[in-house]
């Protein structure tokens, strides 16, 4: 037993809007592909009222535009659009980083996650890692203490950011990489290095995710 415990994901809304602007940004959903509540919540395996809300969420993105009905309009993604959205998750991860430095805050949850990522890899699971590296994050971001950052976040995550070069498991491994430098950091209570190894790690997924654009 390794003592571990379970790790928390997002709520139901965050991960289906997720889950479309990863396929999305992924270019697995055309520009102009039309998508219903109904066909959509079937595919994800969850309830309409969840898939309504995220999208919402995605249409305040500019990624989807809602039509009368039940559905809503994929709409055009490029560089400008990626480079922004990573740009505020770099700056808003960073600065949750920089607030779980403060030395009253407790950092089991993260490092349960972390952990649990390792073994993870150890075991060369790496399709099981999406989940860890949410989880990851999301503790991060809880442990913070701002809710409002933590609700913005929750809304802007999109998932594994995979070049079109790269594999599940060098993806995996090179996130886990920074993702131990993240912790390091934070847990020397090294606000300036905990906010520069975030940063480096959300652009470096914006360097990835382009190169499918390129």
Not at 25 to 47: D, P, W
Not at 104 to 129: G, H, P, Q, W
Not at 174 to 180: R, V
Request: glycine share 4%; net charge negative.
């Amino acid at each position: 037993m390794l003592g571990l415990k379970p790790i928390k994901l997002l709520p139901a809304r965050e991960r289906v809007a997720s889950a479309l602007r990863k396929a999305i940004i992924s270019k697995q959903i055309a520009e102009g592909s039309v998508l219903t509540l109904e066909a959509t919540a079937k595919e994800l395996g969850v309830s309409a009222t969840p898939v309504r809300e995220a999208f919402q969420i995605l249409a305040r993105d500019g990624l989807l535009e809602l039509n009368q009905g039940k559905g809503a309009v994929v709409l055009g993604i490029n560089e400008t659009t990626l480079r922004e959205h990573y740009q505020v998750r770099a700056a808003l991860e960073s600065y949750a980083a920089v607030l779980c430095c403060r030395k009253d805050v407790d950092l089991s949850a993260i490092e349960n996650c972390l952990k649990a990522a390792r073994e993870t890899l150890e075991a060369n699971d790496s399709d099981s890692y999406a989940n860890y590296n949410q989880s990851f994050h999301y503790e991060i971001w809880t442990a913070a203490g701002n809710e409002k950052m933590k609700t913005m976040l929750s809304e802007l995550w999109n998932g594994l950011s995979m070049g079109i070069k790269s594999t599940v498991t060098e993806y995996a491994q090179n996130s886990q990489e920074e993702h131990e430098a993240i912790f390091e950091a934070i847990k020397r209570r090294d606000s300036l290095a905990a906010s520069q190894e975030m940063n480096r790690h959300i652009l470096r997924s914006l360097d990835d995710v382009l190169t499918r654009y390129q």
